[in-house]
């Protein structure tokens, strides 16, 4: 026995040894039937000795059992977006920006990289094993998807590291090339099933396949660029930690390159730029990031991407077309938004029928008439635009004014607050209603899984339901009378109506859709508030300024919403219909408050961004630039000009100690 169970460890490390020659340095040292051979082996005696499989063995790669549901969890460090420079100026802007938080006249040290056009995930390593994979989901807390990831051929269930980190968290992409998109379409159209609009949309669709087996048909690779928190070895500098998951048999991709200083940077992009059509796979752009860690801690972040990063985005791709027609859409608040339709055309990657023209305004701005050939542009993620008019066919083509009168519900309409957009002012206006029910079930709102908008639009139609709260009325037998939907899809909806009452205070108050109240404003007033709607629902626009990321647009939007007693009612018979809001039992000290930090030297018992993490927490305020009005300077090793500038203004210096010492009093 003790033979067999060394032979089966021996065919791990060496399939997971050839699919690193393979897949990563793309250079087999075995042929396919001698890889065969060993994984056949492999299969035999798992299949003689069971109990000696494991989920970490490469025949596991499609064993698990579908599931019903992904479960959430929290990333033990957010996973952070990346701001955007639009053209070569922002580059240098940028670079501008680096230097100065970095004090350094000389040029800077940048890992360029291209900037994968997939879906970013994160992989954790526990002693060398792969133990979990999160979607990036809000940043702050992904899905586990880690069966689905598994199925990544590229992938390693294990790393090649004899001695490998207690810890080890790598951020990355899951894309699909462009080669293998084309033929999984031709296999989805050969099986009569919907093809996909692109490659990122299909990565997309099959990390979130419930079943496995599914994902492991789908030709998805991976590329890691990033770290997350790491144990047990350091790294001074970006390279370094690319040079050694890539030793360890993580896929890294093979254009990331050293660059110094601004030139070379606009070098890289303009080459990728050029060249991007030739790769295998879809870019939108590169990538800037400081290669030394100590600079990044200097640099600090903000609170959704980090100052020391940038994604350099390539120019929007454009094409003709020609409006059929310009039709009218009424958005939950009311807000009435002319689409142009438009003969179907291709750019970067997608099939554009549909483009928004915004308001009024742009309509005139830009002359738009139905039958117009217009110039469209489109960019990554961007929604796609109309640039100008290129040919007008018929001269006589009257302008297009947006009715008065709301297309959903002949409602007047009207200007609100000089906005630039015609709003319907019927707030019992169908589609209003179904736009606010959509915006309440989906996934950052209440995420009421199975009830999508096709469905939702189907119980509004079928007058089942009229305002938010009468999700929570609906009878089984009602909905599986509506077209088409069986008893088990009815018995599911209800499950997950059920299911998703329990929520947090900021996914309520987001999917209640109190205009200018986004995800991540809800989350501040969840922490501000603590909790608790009572509190919220009494607060007044003084208190609400007090926050530091809320202006007055948002605390006028807040407060005029619970000026509305329909909105009350509606908060109310949730609550009685069983919506419960978690109390994160944190009843956090605003000592802080009123008081401005700046950093200065090199943090060693922690780094920047968790010290402005608790700064924030705290009530605090962070800055760069040292003031009069800075009221704590903390000076780490090496301290910069600030030092001296904060004894002349007599301004208090803490030592990082002293720093920890403030906080931990509390
Ligand atoms: S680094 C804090 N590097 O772009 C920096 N991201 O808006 C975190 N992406 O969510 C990301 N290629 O999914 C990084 N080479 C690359 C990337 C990359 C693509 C994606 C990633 C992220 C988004 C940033």
């Known amino acids: 026995m003790n033979d067999i169970k060394k032979r089966v460890k021996e065919l791990r490390t060496l399939i997971e040894k050839h699919n690193y020659h393979y897949y990563i340095l793309n250079d087999p040292i075995i042929s396919d039937g001698e890889w065969d051979n060993l994984f056949r082996e492999l299969e035999n005696i798992e299949a003689n000795y069971p109990n000696l499989i494991n989920k970490l063995s490469p025949t596991q790669r499609v064993g698990a059992i579908p599931i019903d549901s992904f479960n959430t969890i929290a990333h033990r460090k957010p996973m952070l977006s990346l701001s955007n420079a639009m053209n070569n100026q922002d580059l240098v802007l940028f670079d501008e920006r680096i230097k100065k938080l970095l004090e350094k006249s000389i040029d800077i040290e940048y890992i360029a990289e291209p900037k994968l056009d997939g879906i970013g995930v994160e992989l954790v390593y526990e002693n060398g094993d792969f133990t979990l994979g999160l979607t990036r989901g809000d940043g702050f807390e992904g899905e586990d998807i880690t ?22 968290e790598v951020r990355g992409e899951v894309f699909i090339n462009k080669k293998d998109f084309v033929k999984l379409n031709d296999r989805q159209s050969e099986n009569n099933i919907q093809i996909f609009s692109n490659p990122r949309n299909a990565a997309a ?63 890289y992009h303009n080459n990728l730029e050029l060249n991007r059509n030739k790769l295998d796979y879809e870019i939108d752009g590169t990538v800037f990031k400081l290669n030394r ?47 142009a339709r438009i003969e179907p055309v291709f750019i970067s990657g997608v099939t554009v029928t549909n483009v928004t023209l915004h308001n009024q305004d742009e309509i005139d701005r830009k002359d738009i008439r139905i039958g117009d050939k217009v110039l469209i542009e489109r960019s990554g993620d961007v929604i796609p635009k109309i640039v100008k008019v290129v040919n007008r066919k018929n001269k006589n083509t009257p302008k297009f004014k947006i009715d008065s009168i709301c297309p959903s519900c002949g409602h007047t309409t009207k200007n609100v607050n000089d906005e630039a957009i015609i709003r319907c002012l019927n707030t019992y206006c169908p589609e209003q209603t179904k736009g606010r029910i959509q915006h309440y079930c989906s996934k950052p709102a209440m995420n009421i899984e199975g009830l999508g908008k096709k469905i939702v639009e189907q119980l509004i139609n079928n007058k089942l339901i009229i305002n938010i709260d009468d999700i929570y ?6 909905i599986s ?16 109506i059920n299911k998703s009452k329990k929520t947090t205070f900021a996914r309520f108050i987001y999917a209640l859709g109190i205009r200018n109240v986004g995800e991540h404003t809800a ?60 109390q994160k039992n944190e009843s956090v000290s605003e000592f802080l408050n009123g008081n401005i930090f700046v950093f200065t030297g090199s943090l060693e018992l922690m780094n920047r961004n968790d010290a402005k993490k608790m700064i924030d927490f705290f009530g605090g305020i962070t800055k760069n630039t040292l003031t009069k009005n800075t009221t704590h300077l903390v000076a780490g090793k090496n301290p910069g000009s600030k030092l001296n500038k904060a004894k002349q203004l007599n301004i208090p210096i803490l030592s990082e100690e002293n720093f920890l010492e403030l906080i931990k009093n509390k």
């Open 523 to 582: 989350k501040i007033l969840e922490k501000k508030y603590n909790s608790k709607l009572d509190k919220f629902i009494q607060t007044t626009e003084k208190e609400l300024l007090e926050i530091n990321e809320v202006g007055e647009i948002v605390a006028k939007s807040i407060v005029g919403f619970w000026k509305d007693k329909n909105n009350l009612n509606i908060v109310k018979n949730c609550l009685e219909k069983g919506v419960y809001i978690e």
């Open 147 to 168: 069966q689905n990831l598994r199925t990544i051929r590229s992938l390693p269930l294990k790393l090649l590291a004899s001695k490998p980190p207690k810890l080890l």
């Open 205 to 267: 669709g099959s990390l979130r396949q419930l079943d496995s087996k599914i994902t492991a048909n789908r030709p998805l690779s991976i590329n890691c660029y990033e770290p997350g928190i790491i144990d047990g070895i350091d790294f001074d500098t970006h390279f370094d930690f690319l040079k050694y998951i890539k030793k360890i048999g993580l896929p890294v991709n093979n254009l990331i390159k050293k660059v110094v200083g601004i030139s070379k940077m606009k070098v």
């Open 293 to 339: 860690y100590i600079e990044r801690e200097k640099a600090g972040s903000r609170s959704r991407s980090p100052r020391w990063a940038i994604a350099g985005k390539f120019k929007a791709q454009q094409a003709t077309s020609t409006i059929k027609n310009i039709t009218i859409q009424v958005g939950r608040t009311g807000a009435l938004t002319p689409v």
């Open 473 to 478: 009325s609906i009878e089984k037998n009602k």
């Open 481 to 496: 009378e509506i077209n088409g939907m069986g008893n088990k899809s009815a018995k599911n909806i209800i499950e997950s």
